[in-house]
Structures are given as structure tokens and as C-alpha cells.
């Protein structure tokens, strides 16, 4: 079974099948930040009203809390691109129930560069991917990829591999064609 199309599915055609799926950096530091952030104010509450009725007020920054900790994380979970088995697709989700998919076939990627800005991504392993069409036109940027270089070395190889098959195929098929033609004109001389 193959899981990594779990909470993409409505983005792929039915037999598509996603190779690889390519995330930004997790964002561990605001997910701590909000867990201690909002861990605090339910501490600090449920201090100052123990041995109350109201020590139940204490459920809502608890409650609040984990929702943001649950949107932090779907929205690393969300923004992804997907290698599928036809073509890449970048999935954002700004908000919830607001999605976007841009498709890019593998004969119309040009190339891919990635470009780091500042220090934090070139210690972090991170940077921006700019997919860059065949002909120009608007390119994709990719903000904050983890490892960049191995996510670029993944894509080319595929692409690669994709383009190969599809050349072979046409390729056999305008052999076939020619043959069958060569023949047709040969028995009409006779």
C-alpha cells in the first residue's frame, strides 16, 4: 500500500501513483512555541484557580493550544511537492479548506535552481527551488526545501528515466509505422 498520497488524493488522477512527496523544513521550533506558549497560560490559570469551580478555564488555552500545534503541523504536512508517476504537482494549502495544485509535466521542467539566502538556511540544509519551464513563462518557487540537492538530484533522475521510456515508446512506434509502410508501398510496385 502505498501511503504517501494520504491527504493528497483528491489532487490525483486515478491511476496515478506519488513517488516521492518533498516537504519544507518541520517547523519543531513553533511547534514547541506554541506548546509552551499556551502550556504556560493553562499553568499559570490552572494555578490561579485551583480548588475552584473555575478550574475549567483552564481548558480553553489547553484546547487553543494543541489546535495551533494541529494547524502548524498540517500546513508543513500540506505544502508538499509531489513526484508522481506522470508529472510533479505543488500542493498549498493557505488556509484550511483554500487549496492550490500546479502540475508540471516532467517534458516541460527546464531546469531546477535553488538558491539560499542567509545563514540560518545555509547551516540548516534548507533553500529556496525555483522550477523553471521549457520556453519560459512562469516559473514555481518552492520556498525552504529540506535538502535541496538531493530533492534536485531525485527529480533529474526520474525525469530522466521518464523521458527515456517515452522516447523509446515513440520511437518504436515510428519504427512500426515506417516498416508498415515500406511494405505497403513495396506490394503496390508489384
Not at 506548546?35 to 490552572?46: H, N
Request: charged share 25%; net charge negative.
Amino acid at each position: 500500500m502505498n501511503v504517501k498520497h494520504i491527504g493528497f488524493g483528491t489532487f490525483l488522477d486515478d491511476d496515478e501513483i506519488v513517488q516521492y512527496v518533498f516537504r519544507c523544513t518541520f517547523p519543531l521550533l513553533r511547534i514547541v512555541l506554541h506548546l509552551v506558549l499556551w502550556g504556560v497560560l493553562a499553568g499559570v490559570l490552572g494555578w490561579f484557580f485551583y480548588d475552584t469551580p473555575y478550574f475549567v478555564i483552564i481548558l480553553i488555552p489547553t484546547a487553543f493550544g494543541l489546535f495551533r500545534v494541529f494547524a502548524v503541523f498540517m500546513r508543513w504536512h500540506s505544502n508538499a511537492i509531489l513526484m508522481t508517476n506522470e508529472s510533479l504537482m505543488f500542493v498549498e494549502w493557505d488556509k484550511p479548506f483554500h487549496s492550490r495544485a500546479v502540475r508540471l509535466d516532467y517534458w516541460d521542467l527546464d531546469d531546477i535552481v535553488y538558491e539560499r539566502a542567509g545563514m540560518a538556511s545555509t547551516f540548516a540544509i534548507r533553500a529556496d527551488l525555483e522550477f523553471e519551464k521549457v520556453g519560459g513563462g512562469d516559473s514555481y518557487v518552492f520556498v525552504d526545501a529540506r535538502r535541496p540537492r538531493r530533492v534536485i538530484r531525485i527529480i533529474r533522475d526520474y525525469k530522466e528515466k521518464i523521458l527515456d521510456e517515452k522516447n523509446f515508446t515513440e520511437e518504436s512506434a515510428l519504427k512500426d509505422l515506417l516498416s508498415q509502410n515500406g511494405r505497403a508501398s513495396c506490394r503496390e510496385r508489384v
